[in-house]
């Protein structure tokens, strides 16, 4: 299991520079909207200004007389071209609400930035200038921007429908019947808490962009996307347009950015498509920022309800969860089972009985449909429950460091078998804890607050937690099946020894940033005992990697990164099988290592595998029925998710005049078990941290109550700058995972798990003494200063 | 509206609609597409280059306005097949991840330097508050512009 881990001064662990950086440091790399393609027609959208409004009538006259205009649609005018509405993979129950969804609007427009129309033209601008003189007639309607509202069905958003209610979904374990209520009943303490997940903007920094080429002729189809799921995408356009899948090709360029944002199948990828056939012409549409802001899938949008019963150690005995999740206008890809990821998660990592009481209701609202946005319902499921946990804490007056202490699963517990039935692998939370606990100076942050904090001080400190798990490597296909997801989980990867011993690897992920190029070669050369730079690594292309599940929910490494692993295992035998027959030697007496096979004791009885791959590239002496060639394809579905874990801390100043928050400190203890690339490991978690600290702090998609998007450009929308956020403290711990052979786990969405809750418990933390409870998100000075005023004013009352 | 314009030495003599702006007239006419557009009010930087020596925003300025100038783009930044200290510092740190931001980051990180060859972490910070990263979280962007700027 953890043979390569304990391997000194190999490939795999090394900090190897990223193959991907001279491209893209030199201009070279290009992406979807860089791509030279002659002739090719410019897609512009009309979108409603309206959240809510019946489409009365679509005038296209004016648009169609602008010089270069080629064509202009109405939603009707497009209806023959879609075999069915826009894809929703995710049907959780199976009487969830799904409205049908088209690429353009037809009757009714639902959110504001809905399409209602569009153009072709020669050129971009041509196209954008008509668009404007589209002329549209609504009927606007009442807007529907509260979940709660929502859920009140006072205005229903899809009549057909006849609720705005999408699903509920219940996951209630008890070991005996009445357990969770009994538990409340009988417990020391009680927290019960009200958490809001404001709506966030991913913001990838590609917008996105599309480009679709036909072959008018041979009736093939070509979609250049910048997207994270190249191979997704090319099933649901063929299923959504009627192209037979093998005449649908996708690829994925150099892709700007994913975050989640990308995991989709979006109306302007198909209109392009479909668009694209029906005039025989290149079709591309690139997207801008305010579109962006607009029509690309939202995260969070949740209100949660958590409850937790605990004894008088404080150890957890029951926890009970109410969700109130805004699935937006439209389900998406998969919108609905965003918020069920969290499901298992929010008894985060502490041992609790059999007590669990999930439930998750989902309504539509009239505003930009909701998605995966990175961690995709775990960073709602660990805010939950570490910032009930620091309210536990602070009903029961200890340190919230203790009372975790005491709830931590312990390190001879795993595997852990938990209440929800998922088997989390490894882990060693108090490990990470501790280790977190000394690089941020915990003892001594508690010390300084003491003396700070006083009555009357102007600036404040705090120090908060979060311990995590993240479960990721998504997925096995089974459990999948179990929570109606449509597809499975598994990844495959081709490896391939070319006749000079230079290898080619093809994966079915598809990277937008996170350095899958260097790092499967890596893998390949620690299994191969190659050099890295000999190994080319070939993706996002469904004509070159045709099979694959593509890149999100940190599953790349832990799932693609293993079927790599395994197929170089399956090369590795058969050339083993070839060097025993050059070798005259049985194969049970011959050793690989160092890229070289020899007869154990008899060293100088060797064969590299350069040689033999260059036998088996002639042929002419292979073992009897053996094919030629050395290559091995493996598809691997993987047992059990992977857990990684840890604990971050954050230490902030307030200032309680203005409500200003600086972080001092932030400290980020992961362990995403055995690490392929640390540099790339810390990459990961730097960014990650950052924007769950942007969730805590600066962001939030705001809207009015008509529901027009008030954070609709970057410079309303506050992603941080460099001078907005706080250099990082990073350590690791390692404990590999038992269900890989790599030991691997992931990392991708670690840091944005922890920092939501480690800065507001340190922000709640900071304001305590003033009788500050809870703060919303973001911690705006704005909303930090109102809560100690409300605080304040509430003590003096 | 004819112009004449100097990218990365070579002069190019075009005829531009007034209100093309200055990024797509790099992309679009003078075809180098390492300039990104990232948002539309001048908000993230990806589109920075250098005028005349200084880093802009190339979706502040109209083509015309550029009439006569030198214009440096990331293309221009390594000479004769070597990469600028600046991207070698940004590669050998991890300075980038998903590249969109990162020649915006590069035109603006080498302008900074040349006004402050030695800054603190805190002024490097400052100092690039124009360019938005959505992927590194700063953390080694900062490491890269201190390590150029201390010769590593």
Redesign the interface.
């Known amino acids: 299991m953890t043979d390569l881990q304990e391997r000194p001064a190999g490939v795999l662990g090394s900090r190897l ?2 193959r ?12 979807t ?2 791509l ?1 393609v002659p002739g090719a027609l410019h897609l512009a959208m009309v979108r409603s200004p309206y959240a809510h409004a019946r489409i009365t009538s679509v005038d296209l006259s004016a648009a169609l007389a602008v010089p270069g205009v080629v064509a202009a649609y109405s939603g009707a005018d497009l209806a023959g071209l879609w075999a069915g509405p826009m894809p929703c993979a995710w049907p959780v129950t199976e009487d969830m609400k799904n409205p049908p969804h088209y690429p353009v609007a037809t009757g009714t427009a639902c959110y504001v930035g809905d399409g209602v129309a569009c153009v072709l033209a020669t050129s971009a ?1 041509a196209a954008r200038d008509a668009a404007e003189l589209v002329d549209v007639q609504y009927e606007p309607m009442e807007a529907v921007v509260d979940l709660e509202d929502a859920l009140s069905d006072r205005v229903v958003i899809h009549t057909d429908l006849g609720t705005n209610k999408s699903y509920q979904w219940d996951l209630k374990i008890e070991g005996e019947p009445g357990q969770v209520d009994a538990a409340f009943a009988a417990a020391a303490y009680t927290v019960k808490e009200r958490y809001v997940q404001q709506r966030l903007i991913p ?5 996105r962009a599309v480009c679709a080429v036909p072959q008018p002729f041979g009736g093939d189809m070509t979609l250049y996307s910048a997207t994270q799921v190249p191979h997704i995408l090319k099933v649901m356009t063929a299923l959504t347009l009627g192209i037979p899948e093998h005449q649908m090709r996708v690829v994925a360029p ?4 994913g ?1 989640g944002s990308k995991l989709n199948v979006y109306a302007e990828e198909l209109l392009c498509v479909a668009l694209a056939r029906k005039h025989g012409a290149p079709v591309r549409w690139n997207e ?3 579109e962006n802001h607009l029509a690309t899938i939202q995260g969070r949008g949740q209100i949660q309800h958590i409850e937790l019963a605990a004894d008088a150690d404080g150890k957890l005995t029951a926890v009970r969860v109410r969700l109130l999740a805004d699935m937006g206008a439209y389900l998406q890809l998969v919108t609905p089972g965003i918020p069920l990821l969290g499901a298992f998660l929010y008894a985060g990592v502490y041992d609790l009985p059999l007590a669990y009481d999930f439930s998750c209701t989902s309504v539509f609202t009239t505003l930009t449909p909701t998605d995966a946005y990175r961690g995709a319902g775990r960073p709602e499921a660990t805010y939950a429950i570490e910032r009930a946990m620091d309210a536990l804490a602070d009903t029961m007056g200890i340190d919230p460091m203790e009372l975790r202490r005491r709830n931590f699963i312990r390190k001879e517990q795993f595997p852990y078998t938990a209440m929800t039935g998922l088997v989390y692998d490894s882990g060693d939370h108090d490990a990470a804890a501790t280790k977190a606990a000394e690089l941020a100076d915990y003892d001594g942050v508690r010390a300084r607050q003491a003396a700070q904090n006083v009555p009357g001080a102007k600036k404040v400190i705090g120090i908060g937690q979060a311990s995590y798990f993240e479960m990721c490597g998504l997925a096995p296909s089974r459990v999948l099946a179990s929570l109606n997801y449509s597809a499975g989980g598994w990844e495959a990867a081709t490896v391939r020894v070319l006749p000079t011993n230079k290898i080619q690897v093809v994966t079915g992920t598809a990277p ?4 899958h190029e260097t790092a499967w070669s890596m893998i390949v050369a620690e299994k191969m005992g190659v050099a890295p730079e000999d190994v080319d690594v070939l993706h996002s292309d469904t004509a070159i990697a045709p099979l694959g599940l593509d890149t999100y929910g940190s599953r790349s490494l832990p799932v693609g990164g293993v079927a790599i692993a395994m197929a170089c295992d399956k090369v590795i035998d058969k050339a083993k099988k070839i060097a025993a027959h050059q070798l005259e030697a049985d194969e049970a007496d011959l050793e690989f290592a160092g890229g070289t096979f020899s007869v154990k004791g008899t060293p100088d009885r060797a064969l590299p595998l350069a040689a033999i791959a260059f036998e088996a590239f002639t042929a002419h002496n292979l073992p009897d029925g053996m094919e030629p060639n050395l290559e091995a394809h493996t598809t691997y579905d993987p047992p059990n998710f992977s857990w990684p874990f840890g604990t971050h801390i954050c230490t902030v100043e307030v200032d309680t005049e203005t409500g200003q928050v600086d972080v001092l400190q932030y400290v980020a203890v992961d362990d995403c078990g055995v690490q392929v690339n640390p ?2 490991v ?2 990961q978690v ?6 769950g600290l942007a969730q805590a702090l600066f962001e939030e998609a705001v809207y009015d109550d008509d529901g027009n998007l008030k954070s609709g ?3 309303e929308y506050l ?1 941080p ?5 706080p ?2 403290t990073l350590g690791h711990t390692v404990t590999p995972s038992p269900t890989n052979q790599l030991g691997v786990k992931g990392i991708g969405e670690a ?1 944005t798990i922890g920092a939501a809750p480690a800065v507001i418990n340190a922000v709640v933390d900071a304001l305590s003494h003033l009788g500050v409870r809870d703060m919303p998100m973001p911690a705006s000075p704005q909303n930090v200063w109102a809560a100690i005023n409300a605080a304040t004013q509430g003590a003096s009352k | 509206m004819k112009i004449r314009v100097t990218v990365n030495g070579t002069v190019h003599d075009s005829d531009v ?1 007034p209100r093309t702006l200055l990024v797509h007239y790099i ?1 679009e006419v003078v ?11 001048s ?2 930087g ?1 589109c920075s280059v250098h005028v005349n020596g200084e880093a802009v925003k190339s979706c502040t300025m109209l083509a015309v306005q550029a009439d006569g100038c030198e214009i440096t ?3 221009g ?2 000479q004769g097949g070597e ?1 600028h200290p600046m ?1 070698k510092a ?3 740190n ?1 300075g ?8 915006g980051m ?1 035109m603006a990180a080498t302008s900074l330097l040349k006004e402050n060859p030695s800054p603190t ?1 805190e002024e ?3 100092g ?15 490491k890269s512009v201190l390590a150029c700027a201390a010769g590593d």
């Open positions: 520079l990223r991907e950086d001279p491209a893209l440091l030199t201009g070279e790399a290009k992406y909207n860089d030279n601008t913001v990838a920094m590609e917008p150099s892709v700007g950015g975050f801008t920022r305010s937008h940033g996170q350095g540099l790339i810390e990459g730097h960014g990650g941290v950052i924007q450009t970057l410079a992603v700058a460099a001078s907005d956020v250099s990082l840091g | 609609e992309r075809g180098l597409t390492g300039t990104n557009v990232g948002c539309d009010t908000s993230c990806a783009t990331i293309e930044l390594a990469m991207q940004f590669m050998e991890h980038l991840q998903c590249g969109y931001c990162t020649p590069v972490e490097v910070r400052i690039l508050e124009g360019n938005l990263c959505r992927c590194t979280g700063y953390h080694n962007i900062v």
